[in-house]
């Protein structure tokens, strides 16, 4: 089946310093990625949709500036937390959805849990 | 109000009960329905989806859709504690993104 790569995992940043999450569909291409985030006991929040080639749709809230979205290939798309601030600490997960597949479903990666200190 | 609701939970369940996880909604045109299960500290895993109405079977769990009442349902049989974790709903159009509940805390005590 489909499967999503998430890296890292788990990150501890300092206040002010940038962080980079990297997603890769490992068995098919994704023209299109997801960002998520989510707290603890909370549902998914959608932050962002990832385009192949173009630039990302944020959700209403969402700063573009403060979580940058590049999807330079079919199989990778990174986030970027910039000038990260406590308030920042969270949970963000991505997902995608096979171009080429039938199914319409989304495969989610593992996580990545950051902690700014 | 939301697109999705889902039963809040938590829900707790002797081992061997069968569990019952719904979901309503309001848009019609959704067609992908799906069931996610999160483990804590985890990404969701895709337990099972089903295209429009109808009933799908895996193992000891079964998706039901009734396109009729907007209205989705997770039945967990047998069920066990390594099943405890938050379920969530999701669904979405053909072209569209996918809109999930709010999940519903599931544990299964021995």
């Known amino acids: 089946g489909a499967v999503v790569s998430q890296h890292p995992s788990w990150v501890i940043c300092k206040s002010g310093t940038s962080v980079k999450i990297e997603c890769r569909s490992l068995?098919?291409?994704?023209?299109?990625m997801f960002w998520y985030r989510q707290f603890p006991k909370q549902s998914l929040m959608l932050m962002a949709t990832s385009n192949e080639g173009s630039k990302a749709t944020y959700e209403q809230g969402v700063e573009k500036d403060k979580f940058l979205i590049n999807h330079a290939s079919l199989t990778l798309s990174t986030l970027t937390v910039t000038s990260a601030h406590p308030e920042d600490s969270s949970f963000y997960i991505c997902?995608?959805?096979?171009?080429?597949?039938?199914?319409?479903?989304?495969?989610f990666g593992a996580g990545s849990r950051l902690t700014v200190l | 109000q939301k697109e999705v609701e889902q039963d809040p939970g938590p829900l707790s369940v002797p081992e061997g009960a069968i569990v019952s996880l719904n979901c309503t909604y309001s848009?019609?045109?959704?067609?992908?329905f799906m069931w996610y299960r999160q483990y804590s500290r985890k990404g969701p895993e895709l337990l099972m989806y089903t295209y429009s109405s109808g009933n799908k079977e895996d193992g000891r769990f079964t998706a039901q859709v009734d396109k009729s009442s907007k209205y989705i349902s997770l039945f967990i049989r047998d069920s066990q504690p390594s099943d405890s974790a938050t379920y969530l709903c999701?669904?979405?159009?053909?072209?569209?993104?996918?809109?999930f509940g709010d999940g519903t805390t599931l544990t299964v005590k021995p």
């Open positions: 997902s995608a959805r096979d171009a080429l597949g039938g199914a319409n479903v989304l495969t």
């Open positions: 999701a669904m979405n159009t053909n072209a569209g993104k996918s809109t």
């Open positions: 848009n019609s045109a959704f067609q992908y």
């Open positions: 068995d098919f291409q994704a023209t299109t």
